[in-house]
């Protein structure tokens, strides 16, 4: 052995073999330093020029690899979302369960104690698995766990997941029961200096406040007799907190004048930009809606397409999945830029895409879908060039099996119908089996995504005239929208078909 090391020695003095010095070893000092410049970096993400998040992630990397347990956390946190910048030339970190899930359980090996490693942990469950079953009891058990050592983002998190059972709820009395837990907890997460509570507490007052179910509860509350108040509220201490949720929320309020506040277009504007320089990427779409819309009607001197057409983009290019939807919506039907159906198809797949990146957003799944489902159609349909292609679409995102023949008898009905109305004249409902799609339906999409349909099933009646005058085929969204929930459930919305 001896003998070993001295040729390699005497070879390494020749220049003949390279021997690998090891790197000094990082302080903790050093390591921190590297957290904080890292979290400086990623403060910037939003801003013009702003940082590069690859190199943010390798300062989190090698923090975590000598032995920093918070830049451990930080790195599966980016992973698990990715990160873009508006920064110049900058590099994209693409969402990666796998090397998320790598880093946080480094983490919580090197301190299983560590509270917001279990609760990234925790979002980590809910993101690869989904809100049901052994997911649900795992992430709820981490962030008990978080809440318990005293971390007020652990209580908010347990208050996030009852306001998700309470939109999943199938029965009056389990949704009662979540939303009596749901405000329970934020309440308790508010008290404890909670940001993100205060705005999700908000809305429950807002907007989940006017189902009769949630109301009864609410007003058994403090506060809970003026919900309006109560909710202004809360999105200003959100706000003052430094949230981009609650700023992006009294933005709202300015917007349309919600309850007491008066409206102000300028503050609206001014508080989205903010919001959106903080890193709420909705933002971004609201701020481009104000100006395509004028605040709902309420400033439509201060329409301006062109300001809008530049947030959509904006919107888009930072990943947010509602401002590009609504880009291939302004493609798709021709409002503040040239018509071009390809672009918005295009536009309508990375909405979906993003939006199962950043948390599953039903909504925006619910809504591109449909629109992608008519953009096909109309295709077909009209017989305009592309209709072969289309309909291959159709085939490869409604009719391909997924190991489930209810859906796959579903989505081969979809297509079924598009292939056979070519000559439009009538709508071929009669090769339908409806209950087996409103089964099919609830069963794969479960319950939440079951009502996201419906309120999209909603917008889009209500808009079928706009549609219409302005020479869109509404015809095949509208049949695709009965074959999802069904004349019951369209009668139900007080709608008819």
């Known amino acids: 052995m001896y003998r070993i090391a001295l040729r390699h020695w005497a070879l390494a003095q020749d220049?003949?073999?390279?021997?690998?010095?090891?790197?000094?070893?990082?302080?903790?000092?050093?390591?921190?330093?590297?957290?904080?410049?890292?979290?400086?970096?990623?403060?910037?993400?939003?801003?013009?020029?702003g940082g590069n998040p690859k190199h943010a992630l390798e300062l989190y990397e090698s923090a975590g690899n000598h032995g920093n347990v918070k830049g451990m956390v930080r790195a599966a946190a980016m992973w698990s979302t990715g990160a873009v910048s508006r920064g110049p030339g900058t590099t994209k970190v693409r969402k990666n369960v796998k090397h998320a899930m790598f880093w946080i359980n480094k983490a919580l090996r090197a301190d299983p104690d560590f509270p917001e490693a279990l609760n990234v942990r925790g979002d980590l469950w809910l993101d690869s698995k989904g809100k049901r079953g052994k997911a649900y009891k795992s992430a709820l058990d981490l962030y008990t766990k978080s809440a318990q050592l005293g971390d007020v983002d652990g209580i908010f998190r347990i208050g996030r997941l009852w306001h998700s059972q309470m939109q999943a709820a199938t029965t009056r009395a389990r949704k009662r029961k979540c939303c009596k837990n749901a405000i329970k907890e934020l309440n308790k997460a508010v008290e404890g200096g909670s940001a993100q509570a205060a705005s999700l507490l908000g809305s429950i007052y807002e907007n989940d406040g006017q189902d009769?179910?949630?109301?009864i509860v609410t007003q058994e509350t403090e506060g809970g007799d003026n919900p309006v108040k109560k909710a202004t509220e809360l999105y200003w201490l959100s706000m003052d907190r430094g949230s981009a949720q609650g700023t992006n929320d009294v933005a709202a309020c300015y917007e349309v004048a919600y309850g007491?506040?008066?409206?102000?277009?300028?503050?609206?504007?001014?508080?989205?930009?903010?919001?959106?320089?903080?890193?709420?990427?909705?933002?971004?779409?609201?701020?481009?809606?104000?100006?395509?819309?004028?605040?709902?009607?309420?400033?439509?001197?201060?329409?301006?397409?062109?300001?809008?057409?530049?947030?959509?983009?904006?919107?888009?290019?930072?990943?947010?999945?509602?401002?590009?939807?609504?880009?291939?919506?302004?493609?798709?039907?021709?409002?503040?830029?040239?018509?071009?159906?390809?672009?918005?198809e295009r536009l309508m797949v990375?909405?979906?895409?993003?939006?199962?990146?950043?948390?599953?957003?039903?909504?925006?799944?619910?809504?591109?879908?449909?629109?992608?489902?008519?953009?096909?159609?109309?295709?077909?349909?009209?017989?305009?060039?592309?209709?072969?292609?289309?309909?291959?679409?159709?085939?490869?995102?409604?009719?391909?099996s997924s190991g489930n023949s209810k859906l796959a008898k579903l989505r081969k009905e979809l297509a079924t119908i598009v292939s056979a109305s070519v000559d439009g004249?009538?709508?071929?409902?009669?090769?339908?089996?409806?209950?087996?799609?409103?089964?099919?339906?609830?069963?794969?999409?479960?319950p939440r995504n079951y009502e996201a349909v419906m309120r999209r099933a909603k917008i889009i009646l209500q808009d079928i005239r706009v549609r219409r005058l302005k020479n869109v085929e509404v015809a095949t969204?509208?049949?695709?929208?009965?074959?999802?929930?069904?004349?019951?459930?369209?009668?139900?919305?007080?709608?008819?078909?």
């Open 350 to 400: 990375a909405a979906i895409h993003f939006a199962e990146d950043s948390g599953n957003d039903l909504d925006i799944i619910a809504r591109a879908n449909s629109d992608l489902f008519g953009i096909y159609a109309t295709k077909v349909v009209m017989n305009t060039e592309g209709a072969d292609q289309a309909r291959k679409e159709i085939w490869n995102r409604f009719g391909k």
């Open 212 to 215: 009769d179910d949630i109301a």
């Open 15 to 49: 220049g003949v073999l390279e021997i690998p010095r090891l790197e000094t070893p990082l302080t903790k000092a050093d390591t921190q330093a590297q957290v904080d410049q890292a979290d400086e970096i990623r403060k910037t993400f939003f801003l013009e020029g």
């Open 425 to 446: 004249n009538h709508s071929h409902a009669d090769m339908v089996s409806w209950p087996i799609a409103r089964e099919s339906a609830k069963e794969t999409l479960g």
């Open 477 to 497: 969204d509208v049949e695709y929208l009965l074959h999802i929930v069904g004349e019951q459930g369209l009668a139900k919305l007080g709608l008819e078909c």
């Open 260 to 344: 007491d506040v008066i409206g102000n277009f300028d503050l609206a504007k001014e508080l989205y930009e903010q919001a959106f320089k903080m890193g709420h990427l909705g933002a971004a779409a609201n701020l481009a809606l104000l100006y395509e819309l004028g605040g709902k009607g309420c400033f439509m001197d201060r329409i301006d397409g062109n300001e809008a057409f530049k947030w959509y983009n904006t919107g888009h290019a930072m990943g947010c999945p509602v401002a590009t939807y609504y880009l291939g919506s302004v493609y798709d039907n021709g409002s503040i830029a040239e018509r071009n159906p390809g672009l918005a």
